[in-house]
């Protein structure tokens, strides 16, 4: 009876004192709030924010964190460790606690879980382990301490960690390759110059951590107009990441062919190594087509010009043919005029006698009476004493004087107007032989 | 048995003490009807800082919400988070710019039916703090938002998308920066999906 009253006894009091030094688990009555670093043994800060590791394959460490539990109740935090990688944005994270680790997560060895009290932190001890077939280069994990609040349909689970970044010794090489495609983007302003895209892709294949930077220039053939593009330096690359990149030049003439020569610097994230460079060259057409068609315009306009000058003078040069076939017209037509109107005078002359005949006999009759004799009286061309005749008498001198006049007159006429057709045919002729005459 | 006795009842004695002892142990001191003025001269203290996350008490449940015949649509709130840095300079010159990353598990049925962690978006939002240089994260869309904008196609589904980030670690003020941050969660997924009760996990991690 005292036995089993004992036995009883020691068992409650076991059962008490379970439930009195474990802390209950978290239950979302209120905020947790915790915070996590590495620390050294004796519990110290580091001084960095993760823990970097040389280690030799085969060979084990002992590395610690800490968890401080900044909150009003005691928390279970439950602790991880996973394979580490950088996102796109180039962010450290660890894989969640639903994917599998198959690099350094496995490696690492801690508890599953630790309880802290409400401002007090626990040191917690854990292993990494480098397996001896592991590759040389830099390993990624991560360890964190974090709290998984009620799920309904959507659990919570919030950690806090740090990196864990394991170089195994060895062959350890950096090294990168870059790939670009690039496009060239005219300006349709011919007095403007374009631009050049250029799409780089780098990736790093070596077995560190890298920093990389890329430098890009451009030329036309023969290094003509060069001009040059730095891009930001791109975001910390795991070994076998691949980061993409644009980078744009501006003030590109288009010289029908321009090359993009790509160098990348890359430089050890641990720092232990030389930095690597790399190189990549990718040539893009550029036609200048709004320069071509402006000066396509140009000489068309100059072309144009040209003929339709030569046009000009063999049209002026016509008309001076025809002015002076004018002339000559003319002059013929003044010699023709001057015979007709020879003749037409001659003819009037000539005809005026006969036109006094061609008149009709004027019948007189005449009374003659027996008159003493008187005086003899001349007849003919007596002044004043001249009887009005019909008819017209033809005198000879008279005729040939006027004929002469107006013989002289046409002549005078014709001879002036040939002159003036003369003159009119050959301008330059006269005007130069004048001209040399005045000098 | 007398020793297994004394024993068990010594130690019950001790477990009492112990679990009782906070309650019991503070005995109110007969008092004097003089006050006694105590004067304490505390001295700031400057202990290190520390880059704390907070999480406040809640659940993310997501409720029909929104939907049209093509898109069924489903809202929840993410609970508040914290993060507050009073780290001080010199602690801060080997690390600093922390963030906070958010990543969705696909959603599983019991059945074995899943939705993928594409058709989850989400939007930051800040709660309360300075926002000059903390920095929220953009919104993320789901594999069933129309396509716009330049990030749109690579801007899809919950897979370590920022929440929230220290910007330069240089302009954290003296006295250090707390942040608070939650976010609308949208689930959008056709309507042949298979009915039931699906469940996922999404993981905030915060790191340097």
């Not at chain 1, 050049?196 to 107009?225: F, H, I, K, W, Y």
């Not at chain 1, 430089?267 to 990718?282: E, F, I, L, M």
Request: charged share 15%; proline share 6%.
């Amino acid at each position: 009876m005292r036995a089993l009253l004992g036995r009883l006894l020691l068992a409650a009091m076991v059962a008490m004192s379970t439930v009195l030094i474990a802390a209950p688990p978290a239950q979302a009555a209120g905020s947790v709030s915790w915070s996590v670093e590495p620390v050294t043994a004796t519990g110290d800060t580091t001084g960095h924010a993760w823990a970097e590791l040389t280690m030799d394959p085969g060979t084990r460490q002992q590395q610690y964190l800490r968890v401080t539990n900044r909150g009003a109740e005691a928390v279970v935090f439950s602790l991880s460790a996973a394979d580490g990688y950088f996102t796109d944005a180039g962010r450290f994270t660890m894989l969640p606690a639903g994917r599998t680790s198959v690099d350094a997560g496995t490696w690492i060895t801690l508890p599953a879980s630790v309880s802290v009290d409400p401002g007090a932190s626990a040191v917690v001890p854990f292993t990494v382990e480098v397996p001896a077939n592991a590759t040389p280069g830099d390993h990624l994990a991560g360890v964190a301490a974090g709290i998984f609040s009620e799920q309904d349909t959507v659990g919570v689970e919030s950690r806090i960690g740090f990196r864990v970044l394991t170089r195994v010794t060895g062959d350890v090489a950096p090294a990168v390759s870059t790939t670009a495609t690039a496009d060239y983007h005219p300006s349709w302003n011919p007095f403007l110059p374009g631009r050049l895209e250029v799409r780089l892709s780098t990736r790093n294949a070596g077995n560190t951590r890298l920093t990389a930077q890329n430098d890009v220039a451009v030329a036309g053939p023969l290094g003509l107009a060069p001009r040059t593009s730095r891009p930001d330096a791109l975001p910390e690359l795991a070994p076998g990441d691949e980061r993409q990149a644009t980078a744009t030049v501006d003030d590109v003439w288009p010289l029908f062919a321009m090359t993009a020569v790509v160098t990348t610097t890359a430089a050890d994230a641990g720092g232990s190594s030389d930095g690597v460079t790399a190189t990549t060259r990718v040539t893009v057409p550029a036609m200048p087509w709004s320069q071509l068609l402006v000066g396509g315009c140009a000489v068309a306009l100059v072309v144009l010009a040209l003929w339709d000058r030569r046009r000009r003078r063999r049209r002026w040069a016509g008309m001076v043919q025809e002015a002076r076939e004018q002339g000559r017209r003319d002059a013929a037509a003044g010699v023709w005029t001057l015979a007709i109107a020879v003749l037409v005078a001659l003819g009037t002359l000539t005809m005026t006698p006969s036109s006094a005949r061609a008149s009709e006999p004027v019948g007189v009759t005449v009374e003659i009476s027996p008159q003493p004799e008187p005086m003899v009286t001349q007849t003919g061309l007596g002044a004043g004493h001249a009887l009005a005749q019909t008819g017209a008498s033809f005198s000879p001198l008279l005729t040939l004087s006027g004929l002469g006049v107006i013989a002289v007159g046409v002549m005078v006429w014709t001879i002036s107007r040939r002159r003036e057709v003369q003159r009119a045919s050959s301008p330059r002729d006269h005007q130069s032989s004048r001209s040399s005459t005045r000098a | 048995m007398r020793t297994h006795l004394a024993l068990g009842a010594a130690a019950l004695t001790a477990a009492l003490l112990v679990s009782g002892g906070s309650a019991v142990a503070v005995a109110a001191q007969p008092g004097t009807d003089t006050d006694i003025g105590v004067d304490v001269d505390i001295t700031s203290l400057t202990p290190p800082g520390a880059l704390t996350m907070t999480v406040a008490p809640g659940r993310a449940t997501l409720t029909e919400n929104g939907s049209t015949d093509t898109v069924r649509q489903f809202t929840g709130s993410l609970p508040q988070v914290t993060v507050t840095d009073t780290r001080t300079a010199d602690q801060l010159a080997s690390g600093g710019a922390w963030y906070v990353l958010g990543s969705s598990s696909a959603f599983t049925a019991e059945g074995g039916a899943t939705i993928g962690a594409d058709h989850i978006g989400w939007s930051p939002r800040l709660v309360s703090g300075d926002d000059t240089s903390v920095s929220v994260g953009g919104d993320v869309g789901t594999s069933l938002d129309p396509n716009t904008g330049t990030d749109a196609a690579t801007n899809r589904g919950l897979v370590d998308k920022e929440l929230l980030a220290l910007g330069d670690p240089q302009s954290v003020p003296d006295g250090g920066v707390s942040s608070t941050a939650t976010a609308d969660l949208t689930l959008k997924v056709e309507p042949t999906v298979k009915a039931g009760t699906y469940s996922a996990v999404i993981t905030l991690s915060l790191f340097e």
